[in-house]
């Protein structure tokens, strides 16, 4: 079945080419002096103004820990099984001091592969793992450097509240107009800003 | 035979038969722990209990039951599976539920009935009974008692299989835990078998403790190439690398057990000792180089002086392209098969499984041996060795050198195999074949049941599977035997040699089959467990 | 032989003057570029690069660039034709460097005697302030305008790639189209001036607004509904004549030649490093020289409106006043808004030690100085000191009618920069409609046009 497209018949003045530039002209313009004027863009100057992240803004792993500081990850593969992107490599071994007897000799976590979905935390049945960091420069110069380690997302947090316990709220005084400085982001969802 | 009802559907089985086994050919599966076919009855977990309809009445256990005439039972009744439901919350009542850490998890039969029978809600408000975790008690093996259900499965095998009877229930009621007396350790040879048949985590392996989540494990049947029994095994493997070997239900062969031995001879596959590379006059070189060189030896050489010995490790259809090479290409060399054991073989021997001859095809290379009578023993093969008729051996495997120990100097030696030993290490040309768990192939075992080994791993180095290597061979010699896979070369020799007339590896399937014309055979049968 | 070493020296002086006039708007043009089409479309531009805190809106990056595209790796493709391809950007670039040598940028500026004397000249010495005066100027405009698509197509043809064939194929057919309906509006201008000398032109715009060329072209206008035919001529010769320029200088919406969609770069896909850059900074002095020249013909040129050169001799020391006092209050706004700027969250978020808290300091005192020269400059215009001298008068006439010339080439630049991100690429078959069906009529009834006003034109200046 063919559907014919309904094309718009254009008017004499809109062929006549001339007004419908001056209208366009006259849009870009408002927006350029507005903004010129007012500076009040929509832009965070990263990396000197940061967004605050939602809650549960997914960003790097880390590995939690038990009080006696070591890792709560047993090595059960829940996460590598689960992981569909298969970028979490563990070799368990055996603590014979611990009760718990198994842990994770190494864990590593390639993050050019990782796809960031989350399902290693659900998947995760110590609450080992959790991706509240609120980190997304996850960067590198080599290959093997994005390869986060045991110890890397042990100690990731250090000096750091994760997200789930206000990690930006720190930050939240400076934060650019246009967002709320309660944490969560607000933008116009109409699409109407200056227009 | 008596008829009968499992579930409305009737099923003709032999008098006396478990109810359990009796369902399974019916196509229903009745959840169990204490149970196993080859152990007595306990009847302690209550987990397969069924809903009699007719020939009884109430609810019973189905391991205890037998069947018989007229007998109706049904094991998907409401009440059935409340009793289920109901048993999976006792069992699970002090279960630690580490399955994290947990080695069984995967292919724990507690995992598995909680999702399919039990799905309750916890009510325990007590705190769980605690028991003895992580004790040693043998070289193989580690209890958990703390995730026993107290099935006595154990105890069963350490009474029943292998006498030895270090296990055993102690205290009463909720605080019933598995044990060993004091002092004691498990130190017979079928350790492994207690891990196996464990339906839980509590009785776990060492050797494999912590090395893979069963889930990812591939596994391939297979047959333990360690001794002449030919225990049927499950070889698990991820990615190429074996991780263990696990005993695989043959009623004629291995019952459900093998022995720690052959269930740790998957270390071979990777050891030091292997032969990945061809080898001419100690050089390393190509495969395809070794080969030609080898064709040009046997050329070079006086076609009488040539002593061919079929391998009692080398497959069956390995052996048979070998003898049609030799029979093809150098008429008047000499064909041998070579009994005895590898210098520095194991020895342990028992009755149950281990055999003494530690070849696991002995019986195919015989059956050759059979067909054509001018195929000599290895007595004939030492009378020649020392006469100075042979000037040069080809050997598929076998350790010839070793064995025939005062065998001349000056006998150039063409050997095919995947381990070093001594013929490999004096061999002037050494060609690298796979592991048996790098190719398909049969196998005879000492009764002499045809049984295939199946590919599980790519082949290490440039290593070729036995009748391959033995193929290639030929060709470079002028003709092979003209097999393009396993199974042709399987079925050519099917074709040609009475003892293995009309098999195919489909016919062999899982347990394999007895050769057709079953030749009295030195040793003795495998003895019979105490049975139950 | 006697060499006119004064004459030499004075050419070679409007030369580098020239160049330098052209040369110096590039970078603003790139700069104006990114943040005029930044602030189109929402966002920031440029902000990140700063020497010593200072990131001038941007601006350093512009410097940058130049670094960046001096030490990029000029990578010479081994399949091109090499002499061509060495010679297609130079020839793009000087093309439109020599096209504004016509164009005059002040009436002629008399250095009087005692200034001449220095060198022993006889009596004041009048310098045109342009480089060639030719009695063709615009003719040699057409001719050397034209000339430009030969970089384009050179270096379409030398790269050896189908894209940039394409592209250079586009620019000369392109080319082809429009230069009629540019010739026609340019007829049309010659028409109404009754010259083809830039300088002439000029002149005749000096006075009252209604004098451009966009107006007709008439002295005196008075009440005459007339006048309203003059005013269509010019309009539709400027129309026709800007939006040729537009095509002649390859910019949105006429920017076919290099249309990303379907020629990835078009003819200077192959070009890299300063090579390229000559082709981007080419693009911008065919800006420039685009504006110049329609500034001249149709917005008076050099002329301030109402202030001809005459004027701003005779009144030097009020105009001077006039800017220093206004330039006082502007200032001091500036400086107000640059310090209030402090208080802006970016700063807020930046660490204490950050460099670039100094830039609110930086501008507080940018445009405190600005304020003090400013009052400077009232001051001088005050005391009459300038308007006095022979050479004062001249001086400012010279400096104020540059300065004219600049900002409308400015508002011209800023108007292309201001299309490009407002209308999108035409598809070829309408750059081609456009330019055959549509302009070259209107640019044939406009000259028809032109021949009644000029007849009309005369009747309404007798009356």
Redesign the interface.
């Known amino acids: 079945m063919t559907v014919p497209a309904l094309r718009h018949e254009r008017t004499f003045v809109e062929r006549l080419y001339l007004p419908e530039i001056v209208k366009g002209l006259y849009i870009t313009l408002r927006h350029a002096l507005k903004n010129l004027f007012e500076q009040d863009l929509p832009t965070i100057e990263y990396p000197d103004v940061r967004k605050p992240m939602p809650e549960r803004y997914k960003g790097a792993h880390r590995l939690t820990t038990r009080p006696d500081g070591k890792v709560k990850c047993v090595a059960c593969m829940c996460c590598a099984q689960v992981c569909p992107a298969k970028c979490i490599t563990i070799q368990a071994g055996e603590d014979p001091n611990d009760p718990i007897e198994k842990y994770p000799v190494e864990f590593q976590i390639d993050m050019l592969r990782c796809i960031y979905c989350g399902y290693c935390v659900e998947a995760c049945p110590k609450d080992a793992i959790r991706m509240d960091t609120g980190i997304y420069e996850i960067n590198a110069f080599t290959r093997q450097d994005m390869v986060h380690n045991k110890a890397y997302m042990t100690d990731l947090m250090d000096g750091h509240k994760p997200l789930a316990e206000t990690f930006y709220r720190q930050q939240a005084g400076s934060a650019p107009k246009g967002y709320d400085t309660d944490e969560q982001r607000v933008l116009p969802v109409d699409g109407s800003r200056g227009l | 035979m008596p008829i009968v009802k499992i579930n409305g559907v009737e099923i003709e089985v032999p008098a006396g038969t478990n109810m359990i086994d009796a369902a399974a050919k019916a196509g229903f599966d009745i959840p169990h722990y204490c149970y196993h076919p080859h152990l007595s009855i306990a009847g302690n977990c209550r987990m397969c209990t069924c809903e009699i309809e007719a020939g009884g009445r109430g609810l019973e256990i189905a391991c205890n039951m037998q069947a018989r005439d007229g007998l109706a039972i049904r094991t998907d009744s409401p009440q059935v599976k409340a009793v289920r439901r109901n048993v999976m919350e006792f069992l699970l009542k002090n279960h630690p539920l ?4 947990c080695d069984q ?1 995967g292919e724990c039969r507690l995992q598995d009935y909680y999702m399919e029978h039990g799905q309750y809600e916890s009510r325990l408000a007590d705190p769980k009974v605690g028991k003895h ?2 004790m040693d008690i043998g070289d193989h093996l580690v209890l958990d008692a703390e995730r026993c259900i107290a099935c006595s499965r154990c105890v069963r095998f350490g009474d029943e299989v292998t006498g030895t009877g270090e296990l055993r229930l102690f205290n009463r009621t909720d605080h019933t835990e598995i044990g060993i007396f004091p002092g004691e350790r498990i130190s017979h040879a079928y350790q492994g078998n207690l891990a196996d048949i464990c339906p839980v985590g509590a009785i776990t392996s060492k050797d494999f ?3 893979k ?1 069963v ?2 494990l591939d596994e391939t049947d297979s047959v333990c190439t360690g001794c002449a029994t030919g225990c049927n095994i499950r070889v698990c493997h991820q990615q190429g690398q074996v991780f263990r070997y696990m005993p695989r239900r043959n009623d004629a062969v291995n019952k459900s057990w093998m022995c720690d031995h052959g269930r740790l001879g998957w270390q071979d596959i990777a050891s030091l000792r292997r032969v990945l590379r061809a080898r001419i006059d100690g050089k390393q070189a190509e495969l395809s180089e070794g080969i030609r060189a080898a064709a040009a030896a046997l050329r070079g050489v006086d076609a009488s002086s040539v002593a061919f010995v079929l391998g009692t490790r080398a497959t069956n259809e390995a052996n048979w392209a070998l003898w049609k090479v030799a029979r093809a290409n150098l008429p008047q060399a000499g064909v041998y098969w070579c009994q005895g054991n590898d210098p520095g073989a194991w020895s342990q021997v028992d009755d149950l499984l281990m055999d003494a001859d530690k070849n696991p095809n002995r019986a195919g290379a015989r059956a050759l041996a059979d067909h054509d009578a001018a195929i000599g023993d290895g007595t004939d093969l030492a009378h020649a060795v020392r006469e100075g008729k042979v000037r040069m051996l080809v050997v598929l495997h076998d350790d010839v050198l070793g064995r025939l120990e005062d065998a001349a100097e000056g006998v150039a030696v063409l050997h095919l195999g995947s381990q070093r030993n001594t013929t490999a290490d004096k061999a002037r040309i050494v060609l690298p074949a796979t592991h048996p768990t790098e190719q398909d192939g049969t196998f005879t075992n000492r009764a002499g049941r045809v049984q295939r080994i199946r590919r599980a791993l790519p082949a290490a180095g440039d290593a070729l599977p036995d009748w391959q290597l033995v193929e290639l061979l030929g060709a470079a010699l002028g003709k092979g035997p003209g097999a393009r896979d396993a199974a042709t070369a399987f079925k050519l020799l099917a074709g040609e040699v009475k003892a293995f007339a009309g098999m195919t590896y489909k016919d062999l399937g899982g347990g394999g089959l007895p050769l057709r014309q079953p030749e009295p055979l030195p040793s003795p049968p495998p003895a019979q467990p105490a049975a139950p | 032989m006697d060499i006119p070493w004064v004459e030499l020296i004075v050419a070679l002086l409007k030369c580098v003057f020239s160049l330098a006039f052209v040369m110096q708007v590039v970078p603003i043009l790139i700069w104006a570029e990114r943040k005029v089409s930044a602030y189109i479309q929402d966002r920031t531009g440029p902000n990140r690069a700063h020497i010593g805190g200072i990131r001038a809106a941007g601006l350093v990056h512009t410097l940058v660039d130049v670094v960046k595209l001096i030490v990029k790796e000029d990578i010479i493709p081994s399949h091109v034709e090499k002499r061509y391809w060495f010679a297609a950007p130079v020839v793009a670039m000087s093309v439109a460097l020599t096209t504004f040598t016509v164009v005059p940028w002040g009436d002629a500026l008399t250095l009087p005697a005692s200034v001449t004397a220095l060198w022993g000249g006889e009596g004041p010495l009048s310098v045109p302030l342009q480089v060639a005066q030719i009695n063709g100027g615009m003719l040699f405009i057409l001719a050397i305008g034209s000339l430009g698509v030969y970089g384009v197509m050179l270096a379409g043809w030398a790269s050896n790639n189908k894209f940039s064939l394409l592209g250079g194929l586009r620019a000369s057919a392109q080319m082809v189209s429009y230069e009629l309906a540019m010739g026609l509006a340019v007829v049309t201008m010659f028409m109404l001036y009754g010259t083809a000398r830039l300088d002439e032109i000029a002149a005749q715009q000096a006075g009252p607004i209604w004098n451009w060329g966009v107006f007709g072209v008439l002295d005196n206008p008075g009440l005459d509904p007339l006048v309203l035919v003059g005013w269509i001529v010019g309009g539709l010769a400027f129309l026709l004549f800007w939006t040729s320029v537009f095509a002649e200088t390859n910019r949105m919406p006429f920017d076919l030649p290099e249309g990303e969609a379907e020629l990835v770069a078009g003819y200077h896909i192959e070009y890299s490093s300063l090579r390229f850059a000559l082709f981007f900074m080419a693009e911008y002095a065919h800006m420039v020289v685009g504006s110049a020249v329609t500034a001249t013909l149709f917005f008076g040129g050099y002329n301030i409106p109402f202030l001809d050169g005459q004027a701003i001799r005779e009144n030097t020391d009020i105009i001077l006043a006039v800017l220093g006092f206004g330039g006082v209050p502007a200032s001091i706004v500036f400086a107000v808004i640059a310090w209030r700027r402090r208080n802006r969250p970016f700063y807020k978020a930046l660490p204490a030690d950050d460099i670039r808290h100094r830039e609110p300091r930086f501008w507080l005192a940018v445009w405190s100085l600005s304020a003090l020269a400013a009052l400077g400059l009232g001051v001088v215009g005050l005391s009459g000191l300038v308007g006095g001298t022979a050479l004062g008068p001249e001086l400012v006439a010279f400096a104020l009618q540059t300065g004219s010339l600049f900002l409308k080439v400015l508002f011209g630049t800023f108007f292309m920069i201001w299309i490009r991100w407002t209308i999108p690429r035409f598809r070829y078959d309408q750059l081609m409609d456009l330019g055959w069906r549509t302009m070259l009529p209107v640019a044939i009834g406009t000259v028809m046009l032109a021949g009644v006003w000029v007849i009309v034109r005369e009747a309404v200046q007798a009356a």
């Open positions: 580490d399955c994290p850490i998890s975790k992580r403790r912590f090395e989540r889930w990812y």
